[in-house]
């Protein structure tokens, strides 16, 4: 069984970086899987972030690429999402998940962490 983890904190201030980690315990991944950051600001839908894939090929989200670094620890069972210049519009519930990628579907998710954006 597969576990994910979100942390991080829950207040940033505007213009700077917001770092969040998931960890993930069990299971193993294949090399078209991906592990990635979505989030859901109030009142809106999920807006997928960004993945990186299992050989720590990374993707990101065309509007948020100029802000955005996924990275993975030494270990390989903690990705690190780091959001620069953060604003009041980054206010959201951030997720960790796993994306399948043969199958084209997210398996496995974290709980959430919210995190608030003060101006």
């Known amino acids: 069984q597969v576990q994910v983890q979100e942390s991080g904190p829950d207040l940033v201030k505007s213009s700077q970086t917001l770092s969040l980690t998931c960890t993930v315990s069990?299971?193993?991944?294949?090399?078209?899987?991906?592990w990635g950051w979505i989030r859901q600001p109030p009142e809106k839908g999920l807006e997928w972030i960004g993945f990186?894939?299992?050989?720590?090929?990374?993707f990101y989200s065309p509007s948020l690429k100029s802000r955005t670094s996924i990275s993975r620890d030494t270990s390989k069972n903690k990705f690190t999402l780091q959001l620069n210049y953060v604003t009041p519009e980054d206010t959201a519930v951030y997720y960790c998940?796993?994306?399948?990628?043969?199958?084209?579907?997210?398996?496995?998710w974290g709980q959430g962490t919210q995190v608030t954006i003060s101006s």
């Open positions: 998940a796993r994306y399948l990628g043969q199958e084209r579907l997210f398996d496995y």
């Open positions: 069990g299971g193993s991944s294949r090399f078209n899987d991906y």
């Open positions: 990186m894939r299992t050989d720590v090929t990374t």
